[in-house]
């Protein structure tokens, strides 16, 4: 039985096991927290009793033992080896329910794990998160909700608004595809080993089209330029990307019906999708 469980604290110690910082782990020991982590993606849409609740870099097992105490059936991607019978013993007091995947998260499609509807429920590793996410983003429309936690500072990129400081590309892909909003932060000390930073557990849930219409390809390169100088005009930031679509950088903003002497945080979203399809038109003529 899940009661039987003995807390965290006391299974790591069992095993010698303490996170590992080359691996960006930092622990949850807070059930509350974990709690209310599980019941927050059980509010994003169907009961977590249905379709699969998909676990990145589950440890020890703290968030999956919430997840599972809310009935979810729990597809875990795991690369540390060492914490195997841990996340043993939470399988055999519920049996069925969690499936343990061993291996990179960057390498696993988790939109192929078990049966729709699909979420993505996680505690990240700092070191990988924001490019897991960006893979996801890809296949947004795969999954009802994707509830992470973050560093605050990136979860704070991905709803910053226009002619804000946070504001970048990583908020124009996220905003694009999913309503984007910051559930709660995390202080250091809800974790072993604390971080030097605080958290933040954000909620998207994508959107049934994208905000506007445009390529995933040619929009990740029109930000990636445009942030990548982002103090600078958008005529000169842009006029790589221009040249190659034989243009100029006020050519193209012009033809998008952007101002070329502004600069890529004074723009939206949409602003960049037109950016994003006048080089395809271009391109295609």
């Known amino acids: ?3 039987t469980l003995p807390p965290i604290r006391d299974a790591l110690a069992q095993h010698g ?15 509350n927290l974990t709690g209310r982590i599980a019941r927050a993606a059980g509010d ?21 033992r919430a997840l599972l105490a809310e009935n979810a059936t729990v597809f875990a991607v795991e690369r540390d080896e060492r914490v195997r019978p841990v996340l043993d013993d939470i399988a055999a007091a519920y ?40 893979g996801w983003l890809a296949n947004a429309k795969a999954f009802e909700s994707l509830t992470l936690m973050f560093q605050a500072e990136v979860a704070e990129r991905l709803v910053a608004t226009p002619s804000t400081k946070a504001y970048g590309r990583l908020s124009i892909l996220t905003q694009w595809l999913c309503d984007a909003r910051i559930l709660f932060t995390v202080t250091p000390k809800a974790f072993v080993p ?20 445009a390529s995933i390809e040619t929009l990740t390169r029109v930000t ?47 602003d960049f999708c037109r950016l994003a399809n006048v080089l395809d038109k271009t391109a295609r003529t």
């Open 44 to 64: 994003a849409g169907a009961p977590l009793s249905d379709g699969a609740t998909i676990e990145i870099g589950p440890g020890p097992g703290g968030l999956t």
């Open 95 to 134: 049996p069925g329910k969690l499936n343990v995947l061993w291996g990179d998260a960057l390498k696993i499609d988790c939109a192929a794990l078990g049966a729709p509807p699909r979420r993505i429920v996680a505690n990240l590793p700092y070191n990988v998160g924001t490019e897991l996410l960006i």
């Open 194 to 213: 604390p971080p030097q930073v605080d958290s933040a557990v954000v909620q998207l849930v994508p959107r049934t089209q994208p905000l506007a219409p």
């Open 224 to 270: 990636a330029a445009a942030f990548g100088q982002r103090r600078k005009m958008l005529r000169q930031s842009l006029k790589a990307l221009a040249a190659a679509a034989g243009m100029d950088g006020n050519g193209l903003c012009a033809a998008a019906g952007i101002t070329p002497t502004d600069r890529a945080e004074d723009l939206t979203v949409e």
């Open 1 to 3: 039985m899940a009661d």
């Open 17 to 31: 096991i303490r996170a590992d910082k080359r691996l960006g782990q930092h622990f949850l020991f807070d059930l």
